[in-house]
């Protein structure tokens, strides 16, 4: 039986170009780092479809180019070997195509950064996850810029070797976090007390009951965590407000 993937620090590092993160993704996966634990942000993915058709005001955009397939026939096949594929609006820096595991970390606004057009838009995200503010300053910046953020969350014994990877690849302003990104639940949700405490901060107790409905719905379905989670955001989004407080506590009217 394989031995479980230990995911224990994230490596984050800014790149330039596309065909720069297509080529640092396929070395990570070949290098044997889960490709559920690799996540990719960027605003110029080049395509001959324009995508600005999906983008509106509203926080989360998902809309029908959900799958990494479909992400995977516009911007590249690298994206297609990723888990949990959205395009977000995040203050500051405008629409993105979010890859992996940091998208249901925006989708679920850990530090509330993310809700309407207020706060400090990505920074206040980056450092919630413990990153320096000076670096998530820069990482906002170049990403507003249009360059791509990649980030590896990897065992801790072999960090140092991910690194060099990352930095001989072309990554720039390399950082690690000493720690994965947070998740949902680890497989099904038994009660409230399973979810990451940056996710149950964020749901009232009726919302947390809606949103474990849906997500173990989804992974009985798919087996894919990373499914379920954006699916369960997607839900919390289409049916609750937040409050003043950042809570999805306000249901929303039906007419």
């Given at each position: 039986m394989a031995e479980?993937?230990?995911?224990e620090r994230t490596i984050s590092a800014v790149f330039k170009e596309q065909k720069q993160v297509d080529d640092v993704i396929r070395r990570l996966l070949d290098r044997g780092v889960s490709r559920d634990h690799i996540s990719v942000m960027g605003r110029n993915f080049q395509s001959?479809?324009?995508i600005a058709g999906f983008i509106t005001k509203r926080d989360v955009i998902l809309g029908g180019l959900r799958s990494g397939a479909v992400f995977g026939s516009l911007f590249g096949s690298f994206l297609s070997l990723l888990t949990g594929v959205g395009v977000l609006f995040i203050p500051f820096v405008g629409p993105i195509v979010a890859a992996g595991p940091i998208g249901a970390v925006l989708l679920g606004a850990a530090?509330?950064?993310?809700?309407?057009?207020a706060g400090a838009g990505l920074v206040s995200v980056l450092t919630t996850l413990g990153m320096p503010e000076d670096k998530a300053a820069v990482y906002q910046t170049r990403l507003e810029a249009g360059e791509f953020l990649v980030m590896a969350e990897v065992p801790g014994d072999r960090s140092g070797e991910y690194q060099l990877l990352i930095q001989t690849a072309g990554g720039e302003e390399v950082q690690t976090i000493e720690k994965a990104l947070p998740r949902a639940c680890a497989g099904g949700c038994n009660s409230p007390e399973d979810l990451s405490p940056e996710i149950r901060s964020h749901l009232s107790g009726e919302a947390q009951g809606k949103f474990i409905e849906r997500y173990n719905t989804v992974i009985k379905e798919t087996n894919d965590e990373a499914k379920a989670e954006h699916?369960?955001?997607?839900m919390i989004h289409q049916q609750y407000d937040e409050d003043e407080n950042g809570v999805w506590s306000k249901a929303k009217t039906t007419v």
């Open positions: 479980a993937y230990k995911a001959e479809t324009r530090s509330g950064a993310i809700a309407g057009s699916a369960a955001w997607e």
